[in-house]
């Protein structure tokens, strides 16, 4: 009996941290497929749906722009985006790291965002794109930083 | 004797976990502390020592310019910086964030960045930069993504 209860502390001590430890390649994928479901949410206009993937307390930077923070300042920001003749943007995650605690990642993302020329004719900007991400209390990755910078000067 | 080693075990399993616990508000300060002291070695002009900060693999992102990969490439970088005529930077950290784990955490900084104009005037352009860190095998913060926006258009 002793030498039972012995062997089961024993292992209780071996593997008592096992349950905490997170398989980083898979969050890795999952926060990578959540940027892809987002960049495809994004082109169906869906405001409410798009902003959901930030965090309350998100920051989003861009270039010449003033840092904005929190979700009515990012929902504003998509509204009007979302009102500029021709506004496409899209996005594919290129890398993608977790930290050992499963609790945040960050992405590099590649994007091309078009809009209408005042002529009329399209034009497209390319850049690249780093996300922050945290996990909410229910488990889901959300963004609590997105900065991007474009390919060529303003 | 085996009431002694049950009692062992027992304590064995009840805080194998601990020793790994993070203090994340420590490894918050330390890392803002570490980008404080980066911003005094920028200004030293030591390019080794400024060098030092990032990790053998980090992307460094600006606006306009292609994305760089790796230490030779931001050396390069850092080089040409230095070369301009009233080239200074310096920046100090508003937000730091660490992972429960403690190997990933990011920084939330404002910078100031000044060169001659032509007239050998000072220009100073401003801005907001976020910078992705992870632990070394030696437990020392590495940069390992680095990205900035200017507040005004280029």
């Known amino acids: 009996m002793l030498n039972k209860l012995l062997i089961l502390l024993l292992v209780a001590s071996l593997t008592g941290c096992?349950?905490?430890?997170?398989?980083t390649k898979a969050?890795?994928?999952?926060?990578?497929?959540?940027?892809?479901?987002?960049?495809?949410?994004?082109?169906?206009?869906?405001i409410d749906h798009i902003v959901s993937y930030w965090s309350d307390s998100a920051f989003f930077?861009?270039?010449?722009?003033?840092?904005?923070?929190?979700?009515a300042g990012i929902r504003a920001m998509v509204e009007q985006s979302s009102k500029i003749?021709?506004?496409?943007?899209?996005w594919e995650p290129i890398r993608a790291s977790v930290s050992k605690s499963g609790d945040m990642g960050y992405l590099i993302e590649r994007n091309q965002m078009s809009m209408n020329d005042p002529s009329g004719k399209t034009i497209t900007i390319q850049g690249t794109v780093v996300t922050i991400w945290?996990?909410?209390?229910?488990?889901?990755?959300?963004?609590?930083?997105?900065?991007?910078?474009h390919d060529l000067p303003n």
């Open 85 to 90: 003749p021709g506004f496409k943007i899209s």
């Open 134 to 149: 945290k996990k909410d209390a229910s488990g889901n990755w959300k963004n609590v930083v997105d900065i991007g910078v």
């Open 61 to 71: 930077l861009s270039q010449g722009q003033p840092a904005i923070q929190g979700k």
């Open 27 to 46: 969050e890795e994928e999952k926060l990578m497929e959540v940027s892809r479901e987002w960049s495809r949410a994004a082109s169906a206009q869906d």
């Open 18 to 23: 096992s349950a905490s430890r997170i398989n």
